[in-house]
């Protein structure tokens, strides 16, 4: 089944205590992105990936690092978690259309 | 500021009804359109889509009407049913903008529709 997975799914950290959200995607897509949602902002870009090793900003990088060193995965890194990083966040393969993984519910105390 | 925008944050329709969820955009650049839908628990996933050489699409129940003069689409679902009931996003994006800007899709901040038996 072609798919996007993330994982945790949910998650309860502390402030600076770093964490990884993974993302993998099995349809042999390029593009890779992350973003995060938060009630009436709709969707924010926070990184993409054209393809391996290419990595670029999106919207709202700032706190986040990502990498992309093969072409399924591409994981979300926070370095030290804050609390204004309780979101939930997806990760997303292929241009148009975007498919979308199930997301990730942060919170950080 | 935000460039796409859902003004209604929440909409509840009877079934059988049509549903209309409205977008407003602010950049003129932006020739592209699409709808998802988000279930709880789920992520996003593609609905219906638009290009700006078009003022209508549609598939089944659902039809995006665009009207680029005012800056502003709409998405009607008839006839709606309780397994429409969702958030839905619209996003718009510029094919003008360099492919390797990479930063594609504005979302506006979604509409919840509840669909009442």
């Known amino acids: 089944e072609a798919q996007v997975t993330q994982n945790p799914r949910y998650l309860i950290t502390v402030t600076g205590k770093k964490l990884t959200v993974t993302c993998s995607q099995n349809?042999?897509?390029?593009?890779m992105s992350w973003y995060r949602q938060d009630p009436g902002l709709g969707l924010r870009q926070i990184y993409y990936?054209?393809?391996?090793?290419?990595?670029d900003k999106g919207d709202v990088p700032e706190g986040y690092k990502v990498s992309r060193k093969e072409k399924r995965n591409f994981p979300l890194i926070l370095e030290s978690p804050s609390p204004n990083q309780t979101s939930l966040y997806f990760c997303?393969?292929?241009?148009?259309?975007?498919?979308f993984g199930p997301g990730t519910r942060l919170l950080v105390l | 500021d935000q460039q796409v925008k859902q003004n209604s944050p929440s909409l509840s329709v009877q079934e059988g009804r049509i549903s209309i969820l409205n977008c407003d955009y602010t950049?003129?650049?932006?020739?592209?359109f699409l709808w998802y839908k988000k279930y709880p628990a789920e992520g996003p996933t593609f609905l219906i889509s638009?290009?700006?050489?078009?003022d209508k699409n549609e598939d089944g129940r659902f039809t995006v009407f665009l009207n680029k003069s005012a800056k502003h689409l709409s998405l009607h679902i008839v006839p709606s049913q309780p397994g429409d009931s969702a958030v839905y996003f619209c996003?718009?994006?510029?094919?003008?903008?360099?492919?390797?800007?990479?930063?594609?899709?504005?979302f506006g901040g979604g509409t919840r529709l509840m669909v009442k038996p």
């Open positions: 997303a393969s292929s241009l148009y259309p975007q498919y």
């Open positions: 349809m042999n897509h390029e593009y």
């Open positions: 990936s054209m393809n391996v090793e290419v990595t």
């Open positions: 950049n003129s650049m932006f020739d592209y």
């Open positions: 638009i290009s700006s050489i078009k």
């Open positions: 996003a718009a994006k510029s094919t003008l903008i360099d492919i390797n800007a990479g930063n594609m899709l504005t």
